[in-house]
């Protein structure tokens, strides 16, 4: 397979303003007819053959301005169509036969159960018809669509509709979308689906009717989703001002999808694992990240589809902003503190080890050779990263002018990354050359800090040093444009009065130092006494940070930092000490430890959610990315040690704040509710490790729960807790209460396969012969092999490398089945180079295992060749 490069780019030699699709939906098959209105490129030749891409189609007919096409006048590749004789102008009629009931790719057209459905982004519109797949061709689309009236009762495509017709037991619809769009916003829908309706009326008074499409058995869940999309338009249109923009929205309902949902144009289709809740099936997280996600598509119609990429490198243009814009969002609707604190976790965890691997990119790449391998946390939440310094930058007002020029500049255009900044610079008057650094440079800035002070001069001097390390294809970079936001803190818990030198270098409004060179130093003046550093608060980069702070330093700040998100990172630090002192056998819990985390439980005037983050032992993942050489198995028992010391010294705290925390108010997903269960549940977590009466309360709260997070909190209490009969026992009843509602199984699943305690490979061999397991269902995928690999990390990496071999032997299974997915399962596996030396053999001879299969798709090839440079 080859590679495509940014610096490649071209724009196309025709231009298709008009596109109208017929569907003709039949049992074996479906017929498509594409009528394309070509418009030459002013920058093309006339006479240029147009050049079309296809995937798995059967070519029936072409037709180019009403004459027939025979041989010589147009050929077929293996995903190509060319096409000899356009004029200036022409119109290409094109019909095609696909099999959508065979597609277990689920690109292009595809059949959920009963239903067809399609995912179109990135290049999924090529299996539909041939066609300019690239997002610089925008047109105009009318689709209609013809199936059988018993079966299809509701067709839906993008738009407003605008016929709608039964004759002779055939369903014809007509959809109509005013707004040029490229084809991967495209999506067609249809089946025997229920809907939930509400109205929304937009700033300006527009009317706009909002619908949720849903299996039957569904439509008890779909109200959290409603109120999240009108939350969504309301706060898009108060913080940036973007109003919708048909008469109409949309949001279907899918089990089988390779993602979390999709931003089509008026037709959003969500896995339903990000859409579906009612209180008995779905747990405050899941809750949450419905909220998350509804609003990410939802705001992807202004940053994304109105204006659009010009071409897959400038993925993080709409992915990038968008998850920005969503992560605003939900700190607005919940905590700011918790949710800094769950993005940063990710970062560190996640995108880190990504920057740090074989996989590493810049948040704009060079190249690829799947775009569907580029959909990673680096695009996504690096990119996100990225927006939030320059708002950090520029400030709430002088990012909003830069949003505002930006969407009212390029509204209707697929622009790039670079327009975006550009727009930033205009608005603003300032020059974000070296800013641009972010886009272009992969990898994790390091800064180095130190600090001086001088109690005679009453000065600190603060030296920050960056540097940044070589990933594949690139080294020697350049320093990047870093803000820190910072603090200095008094003996009195206080923050002290800062004037610093250089002036230029500090932003007072939101209390950032500028660090835009391999070193600076910077000079506090006025500084009565040796003040605690609180650097980097709300996590203001996404850069790692080496400083050495005591133990009391840290102790200290996770007790006074003004800051939430750096008492947090405070409490992080000492823990990993602890993990660290444990791995070599020297950890006690000291009691001025153990009374801060009492004081910390029983503070009432603290936010439940914040508490139980400061008490959240740092993840395994999250400790290896911490870790010079990993060594799992070593770092699975020196957390569990810990955790035990913490459960053990404090079983009478924790039982206090559990039962403090208990409620008899009726469930609701609502922000002050969901605090405090979330503390409630992390105390019931330690409390049932700490003592026999937890698990009792554990089992309690199991049979007494009216709703899914308790239940949920408390079965993976007992099944961590190691008691295995209670474990087995809750297990079957959750699994014949729930075996009706595939969601929740999936949750099952997910629970024993990432569990420490259950999840040995043999064990996950037997979850994968569960009637309840289907290989074609991406979420059952991930609810075992992507919870055993990402979460049950001592087998996964067991010595004899049976979990590395049971993971690769899943990613050759769904090789020819789902490329995407097995190229997604693939990421545990690109880690080998930091690990311990036994391991990382193993597992580097598993890849090369892949690598000698035969028909590699580009899904996997590309990830599992790049993975053993
Ligand atoms: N923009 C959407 C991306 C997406 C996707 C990409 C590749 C394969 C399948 C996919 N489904 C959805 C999702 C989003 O970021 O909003
Ligand atoms: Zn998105």
Same mark, same amino acid.
């Given at each position: 397979? #080859?590679?495509?490069?940014?610096?490649?780019?071209?724009?196309?030699?025709?231009?298709?303003?008009?596109?109208?699709?017929?569907?003709?939906?039949?049992?074996?098959?479906?017929?498509?007819?594409?009528?394309? +209105?070509?418009?030459?490129?002013?920058?093309?030749?006339?006479?240029?053959?147009?050049?079309?891409?296809?995937?798995?189609?059967?070519?029936?007919?072409?037709?180019?301005?009403?004459?027939?096409?025979?041989?010589?006048?147009?050929?077929?590749?293996?995903?190509?169509?060319?096409?000899?004789?356009?004029?200036?102008?022409?119109?290409?009629?094109?019909?095609?036969?696909?099999?959508?009931?065979?597609?277990?790719?689920?690109?292009?057209?595809?059949?959920?159960?009963?239903?067809?459905?399609?995912?179109?982004?990135?290049?999924?519109?090529?299996?539909?018809?041939?066609?300019?797949?690239?997002?610089?061709?925008?047109?105009?689309?009318?689709?209609?669509?013809?199936?059988?009236?018993?079966?299809?009762?509701?067709?839906?495509?993008?738009?407003?509709?605008?016929?709608?017709?039964?004759?002779?037991?055939?369903?014809?619809?007509?959809?109509?979308?005013?707004?040029?769009?490229?084809?991967?916003?495209?999506?067609?829908?249809?089946?025997?689906?229920?809907?939930?309706?509400?109205?929304?009326?937009?700033?300006?008074?527009?009317?706009?009717?909002?619908?949720?499409?849903?299996?039957?058995?569904?439509?008890?869940?779909?109200?959290?989703?409603?109120?999240?999309?009108?939350?969504?338009?309301?706060?898009?249109?108060?913080?940036?001002?973007?109003?919708?923009?048909?008469?109409?929205?949309?949001?279907?309902?899918?089990?089988?999808?390779?993602?979390?949902?999709?931003?089509?144009?008026?037709?959003?289709?969500?896995?339903?694992?990000?859409?579906?809740?009612?209180? *008995?099936? *779905?747990?405050?997280?899941?809750?949450?990240?419905?909220?998350?996600?509804?609003?990410?598509?939802?705001?992807?119609?202004?940053?994304?589809?109105?204006?659009?990429?010009?071409?897959?490198?400038?993925?993080?243009?709409?992915?990038?902003?968008?998850?920005?814009?969503?992560?605003?969002?939900?700190?607005?609707?919940?905590?700011?503190?918790?949710?800094?604190?769950?993005?940063?976790?990710?970062?560190?965890?996640?995108?880190?080890?990504?920057?740090?691997?074989?996989?590493?990119?810049?948040?704009?790449?060079?190249?690829?050779?799947?775009?569907?391998?580029?959909?990673?946390?680096?695009?996504?939440?690096?990119?996100?990263?990225?927006?939030?310094?320059?708002? #950090?930058?520029?400030? #709430?007002?002088?990012?909003?002018?830069?949003?505002?020029?930006?969407?009212?500049?390029?509204?209707?255009?697929?622009?790039?990354?670079?327009?975006?900044?550009?727009?930033? /610079?205009?608005?603003?008057?300032?020059?974000?050359?070296?800013?641009?650094?972010?886009?272009?440079?992969?990898?994790?800035?390091?800064?180095?800090?130190?600090?001086?002070? +001088?109690?005679?001069?009453?000065?600190?001097?603060?030296?920050?040093?960056?540097?940044?390390?070589?990933?594949?294809?690139?080294?020697?970079?350049?320093?990047?444009?870093?803000?820190?936001?910072?603090?200095?803190?008094?003996?009195?818990?206080?923050?002290?009065?800062?004037?610093?030198?250089?002036?230029?270098?500090?932003?007072?409004?939101?209390?950032?130092?500028?660090?835009?060179?391999?070193?600076?130093?910077?000079?506090?003046?006025?500084?009565?006494?040796?003040?605690?550093?609180?650097?980097?608060?709300?996590?203001?980069?996404?850069?790692?940070?080496?400083?050495?702070?005591?133990?009391?330093?840290?102790?200290?700040?996770?007790?006074?930092?003004?800051?939430?998100?750096?008492?947090?990172?405070?409490?992080?630090?000492?823990?990993?000490?602890?993990?660290?002192?444990?791995?070599?056998?020297?950890?006690?819990?000291?009691?001025?430890?153990?009374?801060?985390?009492?004081?910390?439980?029983?503070?009432?005037?603290?936010?439940?959610?914040?508490?139980?983050?400061?008490?959240?032992?740092?993840?395994?993942?999250?400790?290896? /990315?911490?870790?010079?050489?990993?060594?799992?198995?070593?770092?699975?028992?020196?957390?569990?040690?810990?955790?035990?010391?913490?459960?053990?010294?404090?079983?009478?705290?924790?039982?206090?704040?559990?039962?403090?925390?208990?409620?008899?108010?009726?469930?609701?997903?609502?922000?002050?509710?969901?605090?405090?269960?979330?503390?409630?549940?992390?105390?019931?977590?330690?409390?049932?490790?700490?003592?026999?009466?937890?698990? *009792?309360?554990?089992?309690?709260?199991?049979?007494?729960?009216?709703?899914?997070?308790?239940?949920?909190?408390?079965?993976?209490?007992?099944?961590?807790?190691?008691?295995?009969?209670?474990?087995?026992?809750?297990?079957?009843?959750?699994?014949?209460?729930?075996?009706?509602?595939?969601?929740?199984?999936?949750?099952?699943?997910?629970?024993?396969?990432?569990?420490?305690?259950?999840?040995?490979?043999?064990?996950?061999?037997?979850?994968? *012969?569960?009637?309840?397991?289907?290989?074609?269902?991406?979420?059952?995928?991930?609810?075992?092999?992507? &919870?055993?690999?990402?979460?049950?990390?001592?087998?996964?990496?067991?010595?004899?490398?049976?979990?590395?071999?049971?993971?690769?032997? &899943?990613?050759?299974?769904?090789?020819?089945?789902?490329?995407?997915?097995?190229?997604?399962?693939?990421?545990?596996?690109?880690?080998?180079?930091?690990?311990?030396?036994?391991?990382?053999?193993?597992?580097?001879?598993?890849?090369?295992?892949?690598?000698?299969?035969?028909?590699?798709?580009?899904?996997?090839? /590309?990830?599992?060749?790049?993975?053993?440079?």
């Amino acid at each position: 397979p #080859k590679a495509i490069y940014l610096k490649d780019y071209q724009q196309p030699d025709y231009w298709i303003e008009r596109t109208e699709l017929t569907f003709e939906l039949q049992d074996e098959y479906t017929l498509v007819t594409a009528q394309l +209105d070509c418009v030459r490129n002013e920058q093309a030749q006339p006479g240029a053959a147009l050049l079309l891409a296809g995937q798995d189609l059967e070519l029936l007919s072409l037709v180019l301005d009403g004459q027939p096409l025979t041989a010589g006048q147009y050929e077929t590749g293996e995903e190509s169509l060319t096409v000899h004789g356009l004029q200036e102008r022409s119109q290409l009629e094109i019909q095609t036969r696909i099999y959508p009931a065979k597609n277990t790719a689920l690109e292009g057209l595809y059949r959920s159960g009963g239903m067809y459905c399609t995912q179109c982004e990135a290049e999924g519109f090529r299996r539909i018809t041939y066609y300019l797949d690239r997002p610089d061709v925008m047109s105009v689309f009318t689709t209609h669509i013809i199936a059988d009236a018993a079966q299809f009762p509701v067709l839906l495509s993008n738009g407003n509709l605008v016929a709608d017709c039964v004759d002779d037991g055939l369903h014809k619809v007509t959809w109509h979308d005013p707004h040029k769009k490229p084809a991967y916003l495209f999506a067609l829908v249809a089946g025997d689906l229920r809907v939930k309706e509400d109205r929304f009326t937009t700033m300006n008074g527009r009317d706009v009717a909002l619908k949720i499409f849903v299996e039957p058995q569904n439509i008890d869940k779909t109200d959290y989703a409603l109120d999240a999309l009108k939350r969504s338009m309301r706060w898009d249109e108060e913080t940036y001002g973007r109003e919708y923009d048909l008469d109409i929205f949309m949001i279907v309902a899918v089990d089988d999808f390779n993602m979390g949902a999709m931003e089509n144009k008026g037709l959003n289709i969500f896995n339903s694992s990000c859409v579906l809740a009612n209180p *008995a099936t *779905a747990t405050d997280a899941a809750y949450q990240r419905i909220e998350a996600i509804v609003a990410h598509e939802y705001f992807h119609n202004w940053s994304g589809n109105r204006v659009t990429c010009r071409d897959w490198f400038q993925l993080s243009l709409k992915e990038g902003f968008t998850v920005f814009r969503d992560a605003c969002f939900s700190a607005d609707m919940n905590s700011a503190t918790v949710k800094r604190i769950e993005d940063a976790n990710i970062m560190r965890t996640v995108q880190f080890a990504e920057d740090g691997g074989p996989m590493a990119h810049p948040v704009q790449p060079d190249s690829f050779i799947e775009i569907s391998n580029f959909y990673t946390v680096t695009i996504y939440e690096k990119g996100s990263e990225v927006v939030g310094m320059l708002h #950090k930058i520029l400030g #709430k007002d002088g990012f909003r002018k830069g949003s505002d020029l930006y969407f009212e500049r390029h509204d209707g255009q697929a622009v790039t990354i670079y327009d975006f900044v550009q727009a930033m /610079e205009d608005a603003n008057h300032v020059d974000l050359t070296l800013f641009k650094r972010w886009y272009k440079q992969a990898g994790t800035p390091v800064v180095t800090v130190n600090s001086e002070y +001088d109690a005679d001069a009453q000065q600190l001097r603060l030296t920050l040093s960056q540097r940044c390390p070589d990933t594949p294809g690139q080294s020697n970079k350049l320093a990047q444009w870093i803000p820190v936001q910072l603090g200095l803190i008094g003996a009195d818990g206080q923050d002290l009065a800062i004037d610093v030198e250089p002036a230029a270098a500090w932003t007072e409004s939101s209390q950032v130092l500028h660090l835009t060179e391999a070193e600076q130093t910077f000079v506090f003046n006025g500084i009565s006494e040796q003040p605690r550093l609180s650097l980097f608060r709300d996590f203001s980069a996404p850069v790692k940070v080496e400083f050495e702070q005591s133990a009391d330093d840290l102790l200290f700040l996770l007790q006074h930092d003004s800051d939430g998100f750096n008492r947090w990172d405070a409490g992080q630090r000492l823990m990993l000490s602890w993990i660290s002192a444990a791995q070599q056998g020297r950890f006690e819990l000291l009691p001025q430890v153990r009374d801060v985390f009492a004081r910390l439980l029983a503070d009432e005037s603290l936010d439940p959610a914040m508490v139980s983050c400061l008490l959240t032992l740092p993840s395994e993942a999250y400790i290896a /990315e911490f870790s010079a050489q990993v060594d799992p198995l070593a770092i699975h028992a020196a957390r569990k040690q810990v955790q035990q010391a913490i459960a053990a010294s404090l079983v009478k705290e924790f039982s206090a704040c559990y039962q403090r925390l208990q409620s008899t108010a009726a469930y609701a997903p609502v922000p002050a509710q969901m605090s405090a269960r979330s503390l409630k549940n992390l105390a019931l977590a330690y409390w049932v490790k700490g003592s026999a009466d937890g698990l *009792a309360q554990a089992v309690s709260q199991y049979r007494s729960a009216d709703n899914m997070t308790d239940q949920m909190a408390a079965l993976v209490a007992v099944v961590n807790s190691g008691a295995s009969a209670q474990a087995e026992q809750l297990l079957g009843d959750f699994y014949q209460q729930w075996s009706q509602d595939a969601l929740v199984v999936n949750q099952w699943l997910s629970v024993q396969a990432g569990s420490a305690e259950l999840g040995r490979v043999e064990f996950i061999q037997q979850l994968l *012969a569960h009637p309840a397991f289907d290989w074609r269902n991406p979420n059952k995928v991930r609810s075992v092999l992507g &919870a055993f690999a990402n979460q049950a990390l001592c087998h996964f990496h067991r010595e004899d490398g049976a979990g590395y071999r049971l993971l690769a032997d &899943a990613v050759l299974r769904l090789n020819d089945s789902n490329p995407q997915i097995a190229a997604r399962l693939l990421t545990p596996l690109t880690k080998w180079r930091r690990l311990v030396p036994e391991l990382s053999e193993l597992m580097k001879a598993e890849l090369q295992r892949i690598m000698q299969h035969d028909a590699l798709s580009k899904d996997v090839y /590309e990830v599992v060749s790049k993975s053993l440079i």
